[in-house]
């Protein structure tokens, strides 16, 4: 039998491509439906991955940064306080791209009731701009210039047994030397209960006026360390070196370089998430690129009668680069409803909550954008070898053979 004549290429019309690949994916349709599942699987995982993460950073942000000790932290270089701490707090106030500023005078000190005692820090905070560093959820804050007030950790109230309006005992070391001697004791009311997982909240501590226990101290400008809210944690590198260059004496470090456990935590997720990227793309890949392969070895006949019709190795390459691509925008479009709908439960119903950290899923155009051009680029990569080796089919050979 005589082997037909092979047309000399001459170049296929787009549309004629666009309709074979769109042909040869419907003719295997359990094989193209096991192809988009794959992808919609995919994708309906990775994004609502991608926004738990994102929440996750997003929340360790807000309470350690944003509700804890601010964007850049202030300290002294040399001593134990602040110089001139007041007019350093306005000057910080009046620098361009901060927000907010506080003083914050620590001091060790015990709390309790009758005569049970819990050691803690006692935080002397004057926020004139409204931001602590703490995340008050039960109560009032102190109004400027309580001396009879305290907010408690909540974790610390349920231990002592207080609530909301009930006194406490308070006693503050004021010196460093003769302790014994050189005590403040107090009576205060507790105003308000704070909770959280980082920075005051993670500890036992309670929260009193600053000026209060500056001027128990007999040093009315006593301060400890400014914490300097920006609002914006990505840039506290650039606002800490302008600090640094405006405040010689001072310390200003960012979140990053003065909360290890923060900067850690953010970097740990980060790496979480590539890696759980990476294992999704192989998860959709893999089998996209086995089963498109062994399409094109089942479709070398058709291949062979493309290249009679005229149609070329670019072209054939290009048909079968197709269906992946085709197989891709599908799965996307079926996965990110599916991930729509997770991403709205995981929403209603976190899956980590502990002491007012909500891990809850960021909803946001970028939360589907990344994951699904990420899973269909994996999906279209997966399919260049397989159309590679389609495009290099001798088409002679094959309808010689009759394979």
């Known amino acids: 039998m005589a082997t037909p004549p092979i047309t000399t290429h001459r170049g296929a019309n787009p549309s004629l491509i666009v309709f074979l690949a769109w042909r040869d994916l419907r003719s295997s349709p359990l094989t193209a439906a096991v192809l988009v599942a794959a992808v919609a699987v995919g994708v309906a995982f990775q994004v609502p991955n991608t926004a738990n993460i994102l929440g996750y950073e997003a929340e360790m942000l807000e309470q350690g940064v944003k509700s804890g000790f601010g964007d850049v932290r202030v300290y002294p270089r040399q001593g134990r306080r602040i110089d ?22 620590i001091l060790p000190a015990v709390v309790g009731r009758d005569q049970a005692f819990q050691s803690v820090a006692a935080l002397a905070v004057d926020a004139p701009d409204g931001r602590r560093p703490f995340r008050l959820v039960e109560g009032q804050a102190l109004p400027p210039g309580d001396r009879h007030g305290v907010l408690l950790g909540r974790s610390l109230a349920r231990r002592l047994g207080v609530r909301v309006g009930d006194e406490v005992k308070l006693r503050v070391v004021l010196g460093r030397e003769q302790l014994d001697e050189d ?18 909240c993670a500890t036992d501590s309670i929260v009193v006026d600053r000026r209060f226990l500056a001027s128990e101290l007999g040093n009315p400008d006593a301060t400890d360390m400014l914490l300097v809210y920006s609002d ?32 850690n935590a953010i970097h740990g997720s980060a790496a979480v998430a590539a890696s759980s990227s990476a294992m999704v793309l192989v998860a959709v890949a893999l089998p996209v690129a086995a089963l498109l392969y062994l399409r094109s070895v089942n479709r070398r006949r058709q291949v062979a009668l ?91 050979e094959i309808l010689r053979r009759g394979a």
């Open 84 to 105: 001139e701490a007041a007019t350093t707090l306005d000057r910080l106030r009046s620098t361009p791209g901060v927000r907010a500023v506080a003083a914050v005078l």
């Open 183 to 200: 005590v403040g004791r107090y009576r205060l009311t507790v105003r308000g209960l704070f909770a959280g997982a980082f920075t005051v």
């Open 232 to 263: 914006d944690p990505d840039r506290a590198g650039a606002l800490s070196a302008r600090l640094a260059g405006s405040f010689p004496g001072l310390d200003a470090r960012t979140w990053a370089e003065d909360s290890a456990l923060l900067r």
């Open 306 to 396: 493309m290249a009679a019709m005229g149609i070329g190795g670019s072209e054939v390459f290009v048909a079968f680069l197709l269906q992946a691509l085709l197989i891709g925008l599908v799965g996307v479009a079926l996965g990110c409803p599916i991930a729509y709908g997770l991403l709205r439960y995981f929403r209603a119903h976190p899956i980590f909550e502990m002491e007012e950290f909500v891990l809850r899923p960021v909803e946001a155009i970028r939360t589907f954008v990344w994951p699904a051009v990420t899973v269909l680029v994996a999906t279209v990569l997966s399919g260049v070898y397989p159309a590679w080796r389609a495009a290099r089919i001798d088409p002679a």
